[in-house]
Nanobody, 113 residues
Framework: QVQPVESGGGLVQTGGSLRLSCVVSGHMYITALGWYRQTPGKQRELVATITVGGRTNYAPSVKGRFTISKENPNMVFLQMNSLAPEDTAIYYC?????????WGQGTQVTVSS
């Protein structure tokens, strides 16, 4: 059973930083890892992705503030700097393989003004 597990969310003031981590348990050939976020009443949106080869992609709203990185084939991180209230959301880890995709249960990030 493949299961991404997130950690590192919490409450931070505007301008602060947080680092999210995700560890993927189980056996699968991973082609990409990513972070998505969702707020109540809105669709889940892409934050950042990284391929097994290290190619990254960022949402325009986070480019220059967030950095996605990976360690080993099954760990992904999201360094979030200069956080703003609009970054408040549940952040989900996503892992993709050939014909398969899995989601973590999410970790709450709250940025106070």
């Amino acid at each position: 059973q493949v299961q991404p597990v997130e950690s590192g969310g919490g409450l931070v003031q505007t301008g602060g930083s947080l680092r999210l981590s995700c560890v993927v348990s189980g056996h699968m050939y991973i082609t990409a890892l990513g972070w998505y976020r969702q707020t109540p009443g809105k669709q889940r949106e892409l934050v950042a992705t990284i391929t097994v080869g290290g190619r990254t992609n960022y949402a325009p709203s986070v480019k220059g503030r967030f950095t996605i990185s990976k360690e080993n084939p099954n760990m992904v991180f999201l360094q979030m700097n200069s956080l703003a209230p609009e970054d408040t959301a549940i952040y989900y880890c996503n892992v993709q393989g050939y014909g398969s995709e899995y989601w973590g249960q999410g970790t709450q990030v709250t940025v106070s003004s």
